[in-house]
């Protein structure tokens, strides 16, 4: 009767749908852990492993899709690390990213600011921002959430996150 109405724990749906949910064993685990990279199985489905389980490579381009997704011109580096640190606070990795991004072309360093890129890097809520019903510990400000933001980059997922903090990484609040 109500089977309908009722979202699993572990449910997604992208941020701008309406109750869309899908099977929670299509995002791989549906515990509290995980956020983390996206890896995709012979099925096609995408399993998600924790930030923790990814190696420094991958934290790397992880972050480094972060900051080519930033929707903000130019960032003071206090608020580019700010979102780095969902990603890593090991300083050494933290500057790892920003020499990657800096050799890529993805931001410019100028004195103490960071300019990004322009040019279509931005997320599409849509597509790229999934939400999930459970019990979780936003990364960014470590308040406890009931449905968690998750953002999909080629290179992995980064989440969980709450609203506010999810658009203020992205460079939106």
């Not at 809520?125 to 019990?135: A, K, N, S, T, Y």
């Not at 979780?136 to 996150?161: N, Q």
Request: aromatic letters at 4%; glycine letters at 12%; proline letters at 2%.
């Amino acid at each position: 009767m109500g089977d309908a109405d009722t979202v699993e724990e572990g449910a997604e749906r992208h941020a701008g749908d309406v109750k869309d949910t899908e099977d929670a064993s299509d995002t791989g685990d549906a515990g509290d852990d995980t956020e983390g990279a996206a890896e995709t199985d012979v099925s096609g489905a995408a399993s998600v492993r924790p930030v923790s389980e990814l190696d420094r490579g991958e934290r790397v381009e992880l972050g480094v899709d972060l900051l080519a997704h930033v929707e903000r011109e130019s960032l003071s580096l206090s608020e580019a690390v700010d979102r780095i640190e969902s990603v890593t606070t090991n300083p050494a990795l933290t500057r790892e990213i920003l020499d990657t991004a800096e050799l890529r072309g993805v931001i410019e360093r100028e004195e103490g600011r960071l300019r990004t890129r322009r040019g279509g890097t931005f997320v599409r809520f849509e597509r790229q921002v999934v939400e999930r019903e459970g019990d979780y510990e936003c990364r960014r400000c470590g308040a406890g959430l009931s449905t968690g933001h998750f953002v999909r980059f080629e290179s992995g997922e980064l989440g969980p996150f709450g609203p506010s903090c999810v658009r203020k990484i992205l460079g939106r609040g």
